[in-house]
């Protein structure tokens, strides 16, 4: 069964069914018992009368038992307090019958021990003719010194309440059945209504494909399919945003390595036509092909370096010393630096350890590439890096007094491939992807990473990730 409104149908059919029925046993056992009840008062209120004409003859009489037995053993006295459907008897003390009403025929009730108790009802099984049961009040009638005279047994058929009841039955029974049928039909129309919302929302979802990520549901609802469908737009925007990158980045990869691939093949077709005459076609060919074979592998290092970034679950981490780390990338940059005629340095309190938990690797190469873009873009002056703790955080700082930044285009310098300004991307190279991975990697380590312009010129990229108290003592 594969129908979520057939499903839903019958567990409403099915739980209004259980209720049904438990109602129906407590109709049924109430009216019973109201039966039994009625039946019980009035065969009290008939004990009640004999017990009064009881009292009555044992005041104006002798005393004792023969005044009882005198007014109440005679059959026609006792057919007094009969029907068709009640019987009475007397009994002595002793349990030996004194008289009956005369519907009782050949019948004879038990003998009556009180044991303690002067009234008790009993439910007696009868056979012959009139088979069934018998709702039985056996009363000791008792003089005014509370002295026992004799046993009254009341009895009242049940047949009248077993018809009752199983008429009540009946009806219930039909009842039942019709109202299990209204609910079932209704359950399906119900189930209908309910799923009505899902199914429309399951159609609208069928016709967004991977070219139709632009159309939205924009459902108004404010109950859980509501909720379910503006779960369903946010996703859709994640996706379109995601497409939107990928698509980006496959256009701009394919744009970045056209260049060098057509430089590496009009190289090896003049190496195949001159490079055997001519030595300097041959050397310049070289040096090209050299030149932009590195340029793409330091391109696909990079792809390679943004997809274990981006896979941040794969990535081990360990506690490290930011300080050690940022000292490490300046003495191997300081060389570079110093050719240029650049100032390049690490600030830090001495002795300061400020500790994060990542991959050593990938913030080495975070450090170096901020490293790397100041050299680039710093003809002149200073790079300063600096390491410092606010509150939970470890903050790198990488200044320098180069070019400087449009503080308009200071998001986008961390999105893949982008140059910025044309004139300063001809004059720097690069792959592009330097700031990308920067901002990967800080991401992955719970981090960010931000670029502004600075007043007196140059610029500042500053890295904030999540640093261990101060108190927690990092490894050798």
Do not use: C
């Not at 009802?121 to 056979?127: A, H, I």
């Not at 980006?248 to 060098?260: C, G, K, M, N, V």
């Not at 000292?327 to 001495?350: K, T």
């Amino acid at each position: 069964m594969t129908s979520l409104r057939t499903r839903i149908a019958l567990l409403y059919a099915a739980l209004i069914a259980v209720v049904i029925v438990i109602g129906a046993l407590a109709i049924d056992l109430a009216f019973r018992s109201l039966l039994i009840d009625q039946a019980r008062l009035s065969l009290a209120e008939t004990a009640e009368q004999i017990e009064r004409v009881a009292e009555e003859a044992s005041v104006s009489g002798l005393g004792g038992e023969a005044p009882v037995t005198l007014a109440l053993s005679s059959p026609s006295t006792l057919d007094h307090w009969a029907s068709a459907n009640e019987y009475v008897q007397l009994d002595t003390v002793a349990g030996q019958v004194l008289g009956k009403s005369t519907n009782l025929g050949g019948l004879t009730f038990a003998p009556w021990e009180p044991s303690g108790r002067d009234r008790a009802y009993e439910f007696v099984r009868v056979t012959g003719n009139r088979a069934g049961t018998v709702l039985e009040l056996n009363r000791v009638l008792v003089d005014e010194n509370s002295r026992p005279l004799a046993i009254v047994h009341v009895g009242q058929r049940l047949d009248n309440v077993d018809a009752l009841i199983a008429t009540a039955r009946g009806i219930l029974l039909w009842i039942s059945a019709a109202a299990l049928v209204v609910i079932v039909v209704a359950s399906y129309f119900v189930a209908a209504w309910a799923i009505d919302p899902i199914e429309r929302l399951t159609f609208a979802v069928a016709q967004i494909g991977s070219e139709r990520l632009d159309r939205r549901l924009r459902w108004q609802r404010r109950d859980e399919v509501g909720r379910l469908a503006g779960a369903f737009d946010a996703m859709l925007d994640r996706l379109q945003s995601a497409f939107a990158r990928e698509r980006q980045f496959i256009s701009d990869a394919s744009h970045e390595l056209r260049t060098p691939l057509t430089i590496i093949n009009a190289n090896a077709q003049m190496l195949q036509r001159w490079g055997d005459r001519d030595p300097e076609v041959m050397k310049t060919s070289l040096e090209a092909i050299s030149e932009e074979s590195g340029r793409l592998a330091g391109m696909v290092s990079g792809m390679l370096t943004l997809s274990k970034a981006e896979a941040g679950d794969a990535i081990p981490k360990e506690p490290l010393v930011l300080e050690r780390l940022a000292d490490d990338v300046v003495d191997h940059a300081r060389e570079r630096a110093a050719s240029e005629g650049i100032a390049l340095a690490s600030h830090h309190a001495d002795g300061d350890s400020t500790i994060v938990i990542g991959d050593a690797g990938l913030l080495r190469q975070l450090i170096g590439n901020l490293v790397d873009n100041a050299l680039k873009f710093t003809h002149e002056g200073s790079v300063d890096v600096a390491v410092r703790r606010e509150g939970a955080f470890a903050v790198l700082d990488v200044a320098d007094t180069g070019t400087g930044i449009d503080e308009g285009e200071a998001d986008r310098l961390f999105d893949r491939f982008f140059r910025g300004d044309p004139a300063h991307a001809r004059e720097a190279e690069g792959t592009g992807l330097g700031l990308a991975i920067v901002r990967s990697i800080a991401r992955v380590h719970g981090g960010t990473v931000e670029a502004h312009a600075r007043p007196e010129g140059g610029s500042i990229f500053t890295v904030r990730l999540p640093a261990e108290p101060e108190s927690f003592t990092a490894g050798s």
